[in-house]
């Protein structure tokens, strides 16, 4: 018989206002200086401007970093990894579609690994763990919340790098539905047919 290894986060909160137990979460994680690693289109949402509230009251030092793209390059990473470091940061929140949830991930990974990122293209080659990361989407189709994968484009050989490793893992998913509500029609069918691929695929 063949062992199967099915990896998750160590928590998954669901419901509307979950996403209000951020603060609480890090707590926990023992975070002191959270990174927001936010899609720039919630950069100035009220509710981003709530969590941060909520940091502040949990003494959570926290700033955002916000430099992201749809298919997210290895740049990107960069940048948010030298933002990380020149803060001291020792957490990450991620708010955002799949683009900044791999962010996040692989921003965590280069914080503690170095770089570059091309050294860990494909399955298993990371060596050392990230800081805990807490994953917040806000689509409901990539599911990179409660995966071990990121993909990214190396901007040097123009290839998008696919990099699994449970290290990649969310400590924590915070799946609010309500976060969700301001998508668009037409994202919102994209984002459930993206959904209803990765079932198949499973």
């Given amino acids: 018989m063949t062992a199967a290894r099915f990896d998750s986060p160590q ?3 669901t419901g509307g206002g979950s996403r209000r137990e951020a603060a609480g979460l890090l707590s926990a994680l023992d975070a002191h200086h959270t990174l927001l690693v936010v899609d720039p289109y919630f950069r100035t949402a009220d509710f981003l401007m709530e969590i941060r509230a909520s940091l502040d009251r949990n003494r959570i030092a926290n ?9 997210p390059t290895d740049q990107n990473v960069r940048s948010g990894t030298e933002r990380f470091r ?3 940061a020792d957490s990450i929140l991620a708010i955002g579609g799949g683009s900044a949830l791999d962010v996040a991930k692989m921003i965590g990974v280069a914080s503690t690994n170095g770089e570059p990122l091309s050294r860990f293209q494909g399955y298993y080659r990371i060596a ?3 800081p805990p990361v807490v ?3 806000t689509t409901a189709g990539t599911g990179s919340e409660a995966t071990k994968v990121a993909v990214i484009t190396d901007t040097e050989r123009n290839v998008k790098m696919m990099i699994l490793d449970a290290k990649l893992m969310p400590a924590v998913a915070i ?9 668009s029609k037409p994202l919102t069918a994209h984002v459930g047919v993206d959904a209803l691929t990765h079932g198949i695929e499973a």
């Fill in 63 to 71: 700033d955002v970093f916000s430099d992201l793209q749809p298919d």
């Fill in 175 to 183: 799946v609010d539905y309500e976060l969700t509500m301001s998508m």
């Fill in 135 to 137: 994953a917040m989407p």
């Fill in 128 to 130: 050392n763990p990230g």
């Fill in 86 to 88: 020149a803060l001291g």
């Fill in 11 to 13: 928590a998954i909160l």
